[in-house]
């Protein structure tokens, strides 16, 4: 069964949703925005993704009658209808008139930075926000796993973690999100039909099972094979699982073919891909591709690669689809500015927190980056568009004294348009399209950015004018004189 894009969504959207209607503020605008506070799995940045199911999202939005029936027979604690009949009668016919603006899947992103802006009615801003969260945060944590991977496994990595992920939708979007991360493939069938992913995908352990013995097996499959010829040689022993594949692979050239590879799934990898090289090479296969597999993730990769793995492939499953060590993005939608219908000035508004770190920013947000002459990222400038930045100067928000001056660089606006009045006018490209933007704008972030192990942290900050406005709601919210 298909999730409505409606229902995808918390009970208390709708009992908020049914009070803007009754209260009148309905007729109100808003301007709310996404953020994350914190960079996943310890890294220096983030890969912006799930902004084409945002897309859908919009385009797709509406409250069939089954469901609006549905929502009818909910009933409060005192057993009366929680959602009076002229509420739903609305949401029959409420139709999406949403301004939303975001930042291209594949793009670098920071905490803090407005990653995605929506305005319009308040109470249609509020009913998206579950199912954009939903969709968004997780496919970021996926593309950004996914990117780490490919960075530490410098060659091309399959993903092939649907068994162990978290249910068939969370596999189709975790497959491509992985593609957009970096990954050449995936194993998901469905989500390569779905969003013209490459797949990929061999034989298991059974296969072998299934023979007399592994050379019987072995030879039967590359038979049926020939062409995407990969074996899997560790089902009993992993180095006469090698010597098997060898005589098949001499076998196969007496055809005219050719073995593809093979695959390691257990075991010391580096030690067993530096012993099959040498036998394969020893026999004048150089050509057959090492594979390995085995719960791998960043962090294995790039300690089997130190060791001097003879690794040419990966196959990462489990850790990337559940994004091993950080199961969730903690990516909030926040108000940040309001306006009666009648009126054409945004009153800005801040969330101010006991912990300083989850204040919000006031206004109608945009965001700035900035570029040395190099083309190399060196910093971002966080600003309210009904306030024009008047230089290049950015605060950092959780600390005024530091501050960094950007002038003199090339800077780009990375908010586009998604939609405006409900209209779809995002210019939709592939996931394999979002994976090469993924790339050159990794290829502009400084290597020192990019490191695994504490890496260098990138400059987000306020402009002057927004750093003031922020400022002075914060002093007005705690009962100082502004």
């Known amino acids: 069964m298909m999730v409505s894009q409606a229902l995808n969504t918390d009970l208390y959207q709708l009992t908020m949703a049914q009070a803007y209607f009754k209260t009148g503020l309905i007729s109100e605008d808003a301007c709310f925005y996404m953020h994350f506070r914190e960079n996943p799995f310890k890294g220096g940045y983030a890969i912006a993704c799930g902004m084409a199911q945002l897309v859908d999202l919009i385009a797709d939005f ?4 089954e469901e609006l029936s549905w929502l009818a027979t909910l009933t409060t604690p005192a057993d009366t209808p929680l959602f009076e009949q002229d509420f739903l009668d609305a949401l029959g016919a409420l139709s999406l008139t949403l301004d939303v603006d975001a930042v291209p899947e594949g793009t670098v992103i920071f905490p803090y930075e407005p990653i995605i802006r929506v305005i319009g009615p308040i109470m249609q801003c509020q009913l998206i926000e579950t ?3 939903n969709q968004v945060n997780y496919q970021i944590l996926i593309a950004t796993k996914a990117a780490r991977v490919c960075q530490a496994a410098e060659g091309p990595v399959a ?7 978290p249910g068939p939708a969370g596999g189709i979007y975790a497959s491509r999100a992985a593609i957009i991360g970096g990954c050449s493939s995936t194993s998901d069938v469905a989500a390569g039909r779905l969003f013209d992913l490459p797949v990929s995908g061999t034989h298991a352990h059974s296969w072998v099972m299934a023979h007399p013995d592994e050379l019987t097996a072995f030879r039967a499959f590359a038979e049926v094979s020939p062409e995407n010829c990969v074996l899997l040689v560790d089902t009993y ?31 010391d990898l580096a030690w067993l891909s530096i012993q099959a090289r040498g036998l394969l090479d020893a026999a004048g296969l150089e050509y057959v591709q090492i594979i390995a597999s085995n719960d791998l993730d960043e962090q294995t990769i790039a300690s089997l690669r130190e060791q001097g793995a003879r690794i040419d492939a990966w196959g990462v499953g489990t850790k990337l689809v559940t994004a091993y060590d950080q199961p969730a993005l903690p990516g909030v939608y926040k108000l940040s500015a309001t306006r009666a219908c009648t009126e054409r000035a945004w009153q800005p508004h801040i969330k101010v927190s006991e912990q300083s770190r989850k204040s919000t920013f006031p206004g109608i947000l945009s965001l700035r980056r900035y570029f040395d002459a190099d083309g190399i990222m060196i910093g971002d400038m ?13 605060i950092d928000p959780h600390d005024d004294l530091r501050r960094k001056d950007l002038s003199g660089g090339r800077a780009i606006n990375l908010l586009e348009p998604l ?21 050159t704008s990794l290829g502009q972030l400084h290597l020192s950015n990019r490191r695994f192990l504490n890496p260098h942290s990138y400059p987000v900050g306020l402009d002057a004018q927004l750093h003031e406005q922020r400022d002075r709601l914060i002093r007005k919210a705690r009962g100082f004189k502004v």
Request: proline share 3%; aromatic share 6%; hydrophobic share 40%.
């Open 131 to 133: 199912a954009l969260l």
């Open 382 to 394: 966080v600003y309210d568009q009904e306030l024009p930045p008047t230089d290049d100067l950015i």
């Open 419 to 439: 939609a405006r009045n409900g209209v779809i006018v995002w210019q939709s490209v592939s996931a394999r399209e979002a994976q090469t933007h993924t790339r």
């Open 62 to 65: 509406a409250f069939t009658s």
């Open 159 to 165: 993903e092939f973690g649907l068994r162990r992920a």
């Open 237 to 267: 022993d992993t180095i006469a699982g090698v010597r098997n594949a060898m005589t098949v692979a001499h076998e196969m050239e007496s055809r005219g073919q050719r073995l593809s590879g093979i695959r390691i799934d257990s075991g």
